[in-house]
C-alpha cells in the first residue's frame, strides 16, 4: 500500500490549488481496478454533502458534457511507472454546490452505484469534504 494519497493536477483555469485528491486505500484499489479495466475516469453528478459516492468508469464509458467541469487529474501510477491518469469530471450543477469545497476519494466497505466499476467488490468510493480556505 502506499504511505500517501495522491493529490490531483489544477485544471480550472486561473485557479492556484488543488480541488480533489485520493487516500492511499484508493489510490491502491484504482491501480488494481486499472489493471483489470484499463484507463479509469470518475463523475460525481448527484449528492448534496459528505458520504456521496463518485461513480468509476472506464475512460470514455461515462460521457461528460461540455457543462461538466473537470476538477482535476489524478496519477496512480507507482513511483517510476507509466503514468495512469484519472480525470475527476463533475456535473456544473454539482459544482455550483461544491463549489467552495475541497474532495477526499476515500473507500469504504458496501455497495456504490450499479454501473461503478468498484460494485463487485463489495467496496465503495466515497467523498469527504472540507471547505477550501482559498480558490486563488
Known amino acids: 500500500m502506499p504511505e500517501t494519497g495522491?493529490?490531483?493536477?489544477?485544471t480550472i483555469p486561473g485557479e492556484t490549488i488543488p480541488r480533489v485528491e485520493l487516500t492511499a486505500v484508493a489510490v491502491d484499489l484504482l491501480r488494481s481496478l486499472w489493471d483489470e479495466h484499463g484507463p479509469l475516469m470518475f463523475h460525481q453528478?448527484?449528492?448534496c454533502c459528505d458520504g456521496s459516492s463518485p461513480m468509476c468508469f472506464?475512460?470514455?464509458?461515462?460521457?461528460?458534457?461540455?457543462?461538466?467541469?473537470?476538477?482535476g487529474r489524478l496519477d496512480v501510477a507507482p513511483?517510476?511507472?507509466?503514468?495512469?491518469?484519472?480525470?475527476?469530471?463533475?456535473s456544473a450543477e454539482q459544482f455550483e454546490y461544491w463549489s467552495h469545497t475541497f474532495l477526499t476519494v476515500d473507500?469504504?466497505?458496501?455497495?456504490?452505484?450499479?454501473f461503478s466499476v468498484e460494485a463487485p467488490r463489495g467496496v465503495r468510493f466515497l467523498l469527504r469534504s472540507r471547505l477550501m480556505e482559498s480558490f486563488e
Open 107 to 114: 473507500v469504504v466497505p458496501g455497495r456504490g452505484g450499479g
Open 79 to 90: 513511483l517510476g511507472g507509466t503514468a495512469q491518469p484519472i480525470d475527476f469530471w463533475m
Open 45 to 47: 453528478s448527484g449528492g
Open 58 to 71: 472506464p475512460e470514455g464509458e461515462f460521457i461528460v458534457s461540455d457543462r461538466d467541469v473537470l476538477l
Open 6 to 10: 495522491v493529490t490531483a493536477t489544477i
